[in-house]
Every structure is written in C-alpha cells, then in structure tokens.
C-alpha cells in the first residue's frame, strides 16, 4: 500500500527539523503506516532514554592529571610505565579535548539550545509576550506568558505539528518544547488548537486537567476560577486528571472543574435536560441521585458516549442501572459479560467502547477513518500500558 516509507525522516521529525509541509506529510503517513509508526515509537522512546542519562561530573583526579602531564612537559617526556598507566592519562587528555570543543559547539549555539522557542503571530490588537509587546511576529520561550486583552489575538506555531490561535483576554505559557512533548498552561481564556502529529505530542495544562491531543482540532476554555469546557471539532482529546479520564470525539464536548478533573462527556446535540443534569451528576454530590435518573431517561443511542463513562463513575446499584439503560440502547459486544464490565474488566470495557463508536458520528467516517481511529484506541492502550509498568 506505502510506495515509499519515511523511516529515513522519522530523527529529523523528532527533532523538528522537517519544515511544517514536511510534518504534516510525514505525520498523515504514521497514522496509516504501522510499519513506520512502530519505529517512530522506537525512536521516541530511544530519545525518551537519552534524556535520562545522568551526566555525570569529570573527577577532580582527571584535571590534577592532566595538569601534571601538562607541567611535565609533554605527553612524549612522560617517564616509561605500564602500557594500563600510560593510556589513562592520555585518554584523559583526549576526552578533555573533545570536550572543550564540545563546549565551544555549545557556547556558540547557545541561545538556540538553552532556550527553545515558539513563533508567535500578531492576529489583532496588541499581544504581550512578558511586558514585550508583538508589532508583527515574536517567539515565546520556555516559561515565559503570551497574554492578550479585550482587543488582541495571536497565533502560536507549535514547533511544526501545529497552530494554536488565542481569542481576547488569554493567557498561556510555554512549559516544554522537545521532540516527545510540547505543552502550553492555559492560566485563563481560550485557545483553538489544531494539530496533525501522532497523538499524545502536545498537551495543555489546566488548573482542573490535562488535554492531551490525539490527532485534532478542538476549543479550551478556562474561567478565572479554574474551570474549563473543552469542544472537540476533529479527531480525538483526552481529558485527564490522575486516575480520572475521559475520551471526548468530535462534535462532543466535557467540562472540568478544579479539585474533581474531568466531567463526563456528552454531545452538544444531546438533550439540554440530560446536559444541566450530567453536569449535577459529576460537580453536586447532593444532587447525584436525582440527575442520574434523568440522564439515563435522556439518554439515545448515541448518548452511549456518557453512559459507557458513567459505568467506571457510578458504583453499586447506580452502576447496575447504567449497565442495564446502556445495554438496552446499544447490544454488548462479543465477549462482554454483565459480570465482566460491572466489575470494570478494562478489555471488556474496550471491546464493548470499540463497538460503540460507529455510534458517535454524525456521519460514518469511513474505512479510512475508522483505520484512523483504530490507531489511536490501540496506541493510546499500549501507552498506558507502558505507563503502568514504571
């Protein structure tokens, strides 16, 4: 199916060295490619290792050494020894060598090593990046704030997998920008975000949750008291926040509220009573009860989306009833048990979310897309599959 794989590109990728036509070509062919999506996640966890790596400190001996050697004379008048004695130091003073040179590589390089940088648009108005004001373009650093007012908008270049747009009255921050992850905070404000890296590459912090990225395009937005509504438009984000998830599609959206992390999701198109209700359900204990009633009253086929979230939310006989309101709108999927997905066993709890999905499109996708999404589900299993085992 793949004339041509780009295996050859996939450490010039990781690197951002590829111009943004490049990417998003390169980026459009892992999603398809399992043979080159396997080594890209070879080279990212390759690259994941190196970062790793202590560095240690040369020991204060090898500089008294060559500090003798050098005293002496040369290394040719050095006194005869054995050959083990007499590579030491002279290895010494090679890998002292190599390592000032090194060092001038990196002092003259510096600015680009030490403080990597986004590019930054002007849309409208006056954008800030710290108290600097952008007239045209800028580049935002690693910890500094792009700020806009009432009257501003900018555009930020995610290295070259992407473009984040910031309406009025926003606020975010660059925190990391390395070939396994680009992350941006949202302190307060809205951002559009549109991105065609594999997924889990770029991220926003919120003050209630994590967004991560799957290969999209959504809104954010976050009150000044720290909550956020998230709208997704394309592809896929993930909701995270410890041990609590949720997986939003297009045309769905979920709210999150500091101190709880992520809602449950829902449609935009869903029933405005199943909305006010869910949203009682996860942010007002007092009210839990009673809003479960009405959802699960509300709830259409499509509405399988909330419900299969519910099911890990709700406990004891709410779960029950979850189980039985679900299974009446959408039959189980081959191997799934009452027993299985009550007690949460996580493949069934897969198995059954794979069968669902054809369910929450406005339109079918298509081979092509469901391939797609099939990519994400099963690498987003391997990754926290991976992530358990630390």
């Known amino acids: 199916m793949f004339s041509q794989h780009v295996s050859k590109d996939l450490s010039a990728y990781c690197h951002g060295e590829l111009g943004p036509a490049e990417t998003q070509h390169l980026a459009e062919h892992l999603l398809a490619c399992a043979r080159c999506r396997t080594e890209f996640e070879a080279v990212k966890l390759g690259i994941k290792f190196a970062e790793r790596l202590p560095h240690p400190p040369a020991p204060a001996s090898l500089w008294t050494e060559i500090e003798r050697l050098s005293q002496s004379g040369s290394l040719t008048a050095i006194p005869a020894r054995s050959a083990l004695n007499l590579r030491r130091p002279i290895l010494a003073a ?23 940088s986004w590019e930054v648009a002007r849309l409208a108005g006056l954008p800030r990046i710290g108290s600097s004001v952008i007239k045209n373009k800028g580049r935002l650093s690693i910890g500094e704030w792009l700020e ?19 309406d009025p009255n926003t606020r975010v921050r660059l925190l990391e920008t390395k070939p396994t992850e680009h992350r941006l905070e949202l302190a307060h404000g809205k951002l559009s975000a549109r991105i065609w890296a594999p997924p889990r590459l770029f991220f926003v912090d919120t003050p209630s949750a994590v967004a991560a990225d799957l290969g999209c395009a959504y809104t954010l937005e976050v009150d000044r008291e720290g909550a956020s509504l998230l709208r997704v438009t394309s592809g896929w984000v993930s909701l995270q926040l410890k041990d609590r998830e949720s997986m939003v599609p297009a045309g769905a959206a979920c709210k999150t509220q500091p101190g709880v992390g992520p809602g449950t999701p829902f449609f935009e198109d869903s029933s405005e009573l199943l909305r006010k209700s869910l949203d009682q359900f996860d942010f007002e204990p007092a009210a839990r009860a009673a809003a479960l009633d009405i959802v699960l009253n509300e709830a259409r086929q499509r509405d399988s989306l909330t419900l299969w979230h519910l099911l890990s939310r709700a406990e004891g006989k709410e779960r029950v009833r979850v189980y039985e309101r679900l299974v009446s709108l959408a039959p189980q999927a081959a191997g799934v048990t009452r027993e299985g997905v009550l007690r949460l066993d996580a493949r069934m709890l897969q198995a ?22 099939k990519i994400w589900s099963t690498g987003l299993d391997k990754l926290k599959s991976m992530e358990d085992k630390k």
């Open 94 to 116: 090679l890998a002292a060598a190599v390592l000032m040179a090194l060092g001038i590589g990196i002092f003259l390089g510096w600015q680009n090593l030490s403080r990597p």
């Open 148 to 166: 806009t007012d009432a009257s501003s908008r900018a555009e930020i270049a995610v290295g070259a997998i992407g473009q984040v747009q910031l």
């Open 352 to 373: 059954w979310r794979e069968s669902l999905e054809s369910t929450w499109y406005t339109h079918p996708p298509g081979a092509f897309g469901k391939k797609i999404k």
